[in-house]
């Protein structure tokens, strides 16, 4: 069992939507910040959303409005909900846990995250 495991990627047309999951059941303990990011070809990787254990989440601000990220402690499960998909969305999505204490606040920087899942492909059709 890997210790971060994304699911939910597909082909969408513009304006779809998609529900992309991530389970971290296999983290050592379930109060690390969890964040969603993405990696377009010939880009960075970057922050979409994250949301700590306790905390509000945050979003990158071209996706705040249509994606929502939403946690679940006791499942070991972060969900985020992409909705008004653009082209521009595609890219591989990766969730990742930072690996700190904090439970009200968390980055989206990908250098303060540690583990990280497989990636699921998200890929937006105009």
């Known amino acids: 069992q890997l210790p971060l495991v994304e699911s939910g990627g597909g082909l969408v047309q513009s304006g779809g939507s998609l529900m992309l999951s991530c389970t971290f059941s296999g983290l050592p303990t379930n109060s690390k910040a969890i964040g969603w990011f993405r990696q377009a070809p010939g880009k960075e990787r970057e922050g979409v959303s994250c949301k700590s254990a306790l905390g509000q989440p945050s979003y990158k601000e071209s996706v705040e409005g249509r994606f929502m990220i939403s946690r679940y402690n006791s499942n070991k499960t972060v969900l985020l909900h992409l909705h008004d998909l653009k082209p521009e969305d595609t890219g591989i999505y990766y969730c990742?846990?930072?690996?700190?204490?904090?439970?009200?606040?968390?980055?989206?920087?990908?250098?303060?995250?540690?583990?990280w899942g497989q990636g699921t492909q998200v890929t937006v059709s105009s």
């Open positions: 990742a846990a930072a690996d700190d204490s904090r439970l009200y606040d968390c980055s989206l920087w990908p250098s303060t995250y540690t583990h």
